[in-house]
Every structure is written in structure tokens, then in C-alpha cells.
């Protein structure tokens, strides 16, 4: 059935910027299959100074796997947060450009072992503030 729009406005009150970016042309019941949402988390590179990301999440296969995450702002250049992949990894089709990335790595490990119920957008939300609020820095994104 995929994720509905009244899910989406459910989440509103813990993440006011959160909205539907795009719905499915294919399906009838036009289920959401990305949305845009603005998170604070940590500069980056061993720096604690908050920052404020806006992201751009597909939705359209959460129970099987963790959601892509786009970063539109900060710019490229400007992000030093180690677990985000430089844009030139990653084609963002919901923007048609290239975007930086998560590098989920553990984390989605972490997702596929809970149970399928609770890979939802909330939970891919509460994933999200705490991969930006975090820094691996083994991983091999930046």
C-alpha cells in the first residue's frame, strides 16, 4: 500500500518542517514516496557546533531497507559531518542533480534486525537525528 500522506501530517508535531516531496504517479492511491525535512545534528570533524541539514528521504521501500537521505543544504563544500557521502557519489532523482548522502553502514544493519513493523518513516526519522548527531570515523564517506 505504501505510506499515505495522513502518516506523514501525523509527524508534523516532532518535525514541523516535514513534507511530502513527491507521491507515486504509478500507484492510485498515490502513496508518498519522498518527502523534504530540515534536522539539526553536529558540524562534524570532531566539531560538537549544531548544524541544521536539510534532507530529502525516499520513502518508498522502508520495510526492506534504510531510506536513501539526500543532503540539499548544507552545500557540498561545506559539509564536514564524516558519514556523508560527497555528491559526486550519488544521483538525487527527486532533485534530478547530484546531492551528498548518509553512509548508513551500521545502521542499516540496525534497521533490517528490527522487526518489520517498526521500519516506519518516524523511526527512519529518529535513525536520521541520530546518525547527524554521531560520527563514525572509520567510515570512508569523506
Known amino acids: 500500500m505504501g505510506l499515505r500522506r495522513a502518516e506523514v501530517e501525523l509527524l508534523t508535531s516532532d518535525y514541523p518542517s516535514l513534507q511530502v516531496l513527491a507521491l507515486s504517479p504509478t ?82 544493519k540496525e534497521w533490517l534486525n528490527a522487526p518489520a513493523a517498526w521500519r516506519t518513516l518516524s523511526a527512519a526519522l529518529e535513525y536520521t537525528k541520530q546518525f547527524l548527531n554521531t560520527e563514525n570515523h572509520d567510515s570512508a564517506a569523506r
Open 27 to 108: 500507484h492510485p492511491r498515490a502513496p508518498v514516496v519522498a518527502v523534504s525535512v530540515t534536522i539539526v545534528g553536529i558540524r562534524g570533524m570532531h566539531s560538537r557546533l549544531r548544524c541544521r541539514y536539510e534532507l530529502i528521504v525516499e520513502t518508498t521501500s522502508l520495510a526492506s531497507a534504510i531510506p536513501p537521505v539526500w543532503v540539499k543544504y548544507p552545500r557540498d563544500a561545506d559539509i564536514r559531518h564524516v558519514n556523508i557521502w560527497r555528491a559526486s557519489m550519488s544521483f538525487c532523482r527527486w532533485t534530478g542533480t547530484d546531492l551528498p548522502s548518509f553512509c548508513w553502514h551500521e545502521y542499516g
